[in-house]
T-cell receptor, first 114, second 111 residues
């Protein structure tokens, strides 16, 4: 069974204080690891897809990295507008096709104070 | 370009009532999904439709039914609502080599 665990559950930062969110996973063949951002009252919004260990993706103050067991979302010099819930999900390739199904972690609630 | 549209946005039901949640996508995606999101539990897959004319169970299908009406529309039905089905429901669609795109959810309370 595919599993995704995110830590910490909640993270409070001061503006400008860099940190990282962790996503640990077990999956029967990784097709892709996805990071989403979710604002209150909204659906998840896509940030990054990572496909293989060693891969890195960047967007503004966010950088996602991937190893064979976990992914990190690094936030550099965060601003209050980065406050949101960050979700990690994996897509497995077991059986040749996954029909795009995702297994999600429980999310990390990030709050950035001015 | 609306992406994934869910209706209604909010609903309150009494135990035992039935209801259908509607979802439509305009991205010509083959696959569509229904998830529920509960505090501390992330998103859990209820049902999915890999392509028009097919549906299959996800992780938590009990108490729900789905219909893939056409390529654009995928509905979720609660036949006899229970308080344990109080949740936020998200619909998503997926096209090959793309990430899943989500709607903004239906917030459902069952009294």
């Amino acid at each position: 069974e595919d599993q995704v665990t995110q830590s910490p559950e909640a993270l409070r930062l001061q503006e400008g204080e860099s940190s990282s969110l962790n996503c640990s996973y077990t999956v029967s063949g990784l097709r892709g690891l996805f990071w989403y951002r979710q604002d209150p009252g909204k659906g998840p919004e896509f940030l990054f897809t990572l496909y293989s260990a060693g891969e890195e993706k960047e967007k503004e103050r966010l950088k996602a990295t991937l190893t064979k067991k976990e992914s990190f979302l690094h936030i550099t010099a965060p601003k209050p507008e980065d406050s949101a819930t960050y979700l990690c999900a994996v897509q497995a390739s077991a059986g040749g096709t996954s029909y795009g199904k995702l297994t999600f972690g429980q999310g990390t609630i990030l709050t950035v104070h001015p | 370009n609306a992406g994934v549209t869910q209706t209604p946005k909010f609903q309150v039901l009494k135990t035992g009532q039935s209801m259908t949640l509607q979802c439509a996508q305009d991205m010509n995606h083959n696959s569509m999904y229904w998830y529920r999101q509960d505090p501390g539990m992330g998103l859990r897959l209820i049902y999915y439709s890999a392509s028009e004319g097919t549906t299959d169970k996800g992780e938590v299908p009990n108490g729900y039914n789905v219909s893939r009406l056409n390529k654009r529309e995928f509905s979720l039905r609660l036949e006899s609502a229970a308080p344990s089905q109080t949740s936020v429901y998200f619909c998503a669609s997926w096209g090959r080599n793309q990430p899943q795109h989500f709607g903004d959810g239906t917030r459902l309370s069952i009294l």
